[in-house]
């Protein structure tokens, strides 16, 4: 698989017969301009995973793409699948199986909106969105979240544990001065059969 990280949560994937890319969000950028997607899925709500004013230009350039969106971010996006825990569906040749259901608790004032975590390609990447939940599969390329409102950086490290990826590619970090801090922390405390392999920003890397 050929994964490209745009920034914060939004990374592309690519395999011999799909292209699917996840929470194009205004905190991600480089994934504007992008052609011949099969799939945009949306894990949640929040601008930083969905930028509103951006995806109906990137869903025009790609009228063949399926937009798989969770149950709260619907009545921003028009004509969308909606995807609810349990459900697969078929990119393609690539399955995606829709885990999860809620965000992580930023505060008790704050309400919990609905998130849906993406196993896709049945264990080839995982993408969390705003969540720790843990899929029954095995989980070949994980994304990490690095940093949020939500999250204490040991959280992320008992995520990285529990999940035990081959690869974890660190995403979700532009909340941080300095993600290469948490970085340094998921090397020295990850599983040792864990690589942490945070992706150079815009490029294609194979993983």
Known sequence: MQVVHFGHACVLLTTDSTRI???????STG??????????????QHADH???????????????????VDEGSADQTENPTVARPGDIFKVGDTTVKVVGGHHAVIHQ??????NTGYVVGD???YHPGDSLFVPDEDVDVLGLPTGAPWMRTGEA???????????????????LANPQMAYRLFEMLKPETSEVRPLPPG????V
């Open 203 to 206: 490029e294609e890397t194979a």
């Open 21 to 27: 890319l996840i929470d194009p969000g205004t905190f």
């Open 123 to 125: 264990g080839a990447f």
């Open 31 to 44: 994934f504007e301009d992008l052609k011949d997607l099969d799939a945009v899925l949306i894990t949640h």
């Open 50 to 68: 969905l930028d509103v004013e951006k995806l109906p230009s990137l869903l025009a350039a790609n009228p063949q793409a399926q937009l798989i």
């Open 157 to 175: 490290v008992d995520f990285l544990r529990a999940v035990k990826p081959r690869v974890a590619v660190p995403i979700h970090e532009k909340t």
């Open 109 to 114: 004032d704050i309400p919990v909106i609905p």
